[in-house]
């Protein structure tokens, strides 16, 4: 079974600030991959990253950064110097195995105060 | 990436109703999928649509509630039959990324139907 754990369910910053949002996954698949999505409040959902489960290079892109850990089942995203777009509720996801379809963690809402 | 158009992006319907959900993508694609979110929560994956096959429902999901139709590869329609206020939510399609459009095994998503039953 795949599952996905956003413990954070929101978190509010000042603008400027740097804020981590937190992932877990599980899966008992060697072949997975990891998503980031954006959903703002208009409730697109936008494509951040994906990673797959035999890159463990972090990546990052602007401010946004991410930590992958295998070790701790981990997927960690970063934004740096926050702004008030940034507002949005973030979801990881998984995808494994020979399915395509994704699992999604609760979302976690993040506000940014101007 | 693929772009993907939803219609409509909002509606308000009454009970007992039905209402059928368009999605188009730019670019032909295996697989297409169907999610529900409901208000407040996360992602829910209703079915598989495949093309030249039947949809496959998720549990929870039934096709007399939800069917789905996929006539080719770059259109599907998922109708919310008899609807009721339980049924107010977003319904997003997706897809994967087509062939030289994107990483693979990479999922986009449309810009969500938001329904609202009173």
């Known amino acids: 079974a795949q599952k996905v754990t956003q413990a954070q369910t929101e978190i509010s910053v000042v603008e400027k600030e740097d804020v981590t949002l937190d992932c877990v996954y599980e899966t008992r698949d060697t072949t997975y991959y990891l998503f980031w999505y954006k959903q703002p409040p208009s409730g697109e959902l936008v494509f951040l990253i994906r990673?797959?489960?035999?890159?463990?290079q972090n990546e990052i892109s602007g401010r946004y950064s991410w930590n992958f850990q295998k070790s701790t089942s981990s997927f960690n995203f970063t934004i740096t110097a926050s702004q008030v777009v940034d507002s949005a509720v973030y979801f990881c996801?998984?995808?494994?195995?020979?399915?395509?379809?994704?699992?999604f963690g609760s979302g976690t809402q993040l506000t940014v105060l101007p | 990436s693929a772009v993907i158009s939803q219609k409509p992006s909002r509606d308000i319907c009454q009970r007992g109703t039905s209402l059928t959900i368009q999605c188009q993508v730019d670019?032909?694609?295996?697989?297409m999928f169907w999610y529900r979110q409901q208000p407040g929560q996360s992602l829910t994956l209703i079915a598989t649509?495949?093309?030249?096959?039947?949809?496959?429902?998720e549990s929870g999901f039934v096709i007399d509630k939800f069917p789905i139709s996929r006539p080719n590869l770059t259109f599907s329609t998922l109708t919310v039959s008899n609807m009721s206020p339980e049924d107010s939510s977003i319904y997003l399609c997706s897809v994967d990324a087509p062939p030289g459009r994107g990483s693979g095994n990479t999922i986009y998503f449309g810009e969500g139907s938001w329904l609202t039953v009173v």
């Open positions: 990673r797959n489960s035999f890159d463990e």
């Open positions: 649509a495949n093309q030249g096959s039947e949809a496959t429902y």
């Open positions: 670019s032909q694609v295996t697989m």
């Open positions: 996801a998984l995808n494994s195995g020979s399915a395509r379809q994704l699992t």
